[in-house]
Nanobody, 120 residues
Framework: QVQLVESGGGLVQAGGSLRLSCAASGSVFTINGMGWYRQAPGKQREFVARIPKAGTTTYADSVKDRFTISRDSAKNTVYLLMDSLKAEDTAVYYC??????????????WGQGTQVTVSS
């Protein structure tokens, strides 16, 4: 089992910045990659960014060049630095981890979500 706890959401003006954090605990050694998704009111949850255990990070086109995902492996924590925020970035942001093990296979874990509101 992997537990994910997000923090860092809040209210910010358009053009401002926020940094989200996601701390993983439990069977962290099984985590292959971590990322962020978001869900705006009335819309489906969408991919934002992902950082694998090894390899390159990926971003949604809508956030590329504005958001930066990074990880501190020693702290089992992933960060999402969001710059030049726009009103359309308003959503609940969810941390995601994909865990892989020989016995359990691939399991997706989710955090509880943190609200980001950008005022225009």
């Amino acid at each position: 089992q992997v537990q994910l706890v997000e923090s860092g959401g809040g209210l910010v003006q358009a053009g401002g910045s926020l940094r989200l954090s996601c701390a993983a605990s439990g069977s962290v050694f099984t985590i292959n990659g971590m990322g962020w998704y978001r869900q705006a009111p009335g819309k489906q949850r969408e991919f934002v960014a992902r950082i694998p255990k090894a390899g390159t990070t990926t971003y949604a086109d809508s956030v590329k060049d504005r958001f930066t995902i990074s990880r501190d492996s020693a702290k089992n924590t992933v960060y999402l630095l969001m710059d030049s925020l726009k009103a359309e970035d308003t959503a609940v942001y969810y941390c995601n981890a994909d865990s892989r093990s020989p016995l359990a296979g691939t399991i997706q874990y989710w955090g509880q979500g943190t609200q980001v509101t950008v005022s225009s």
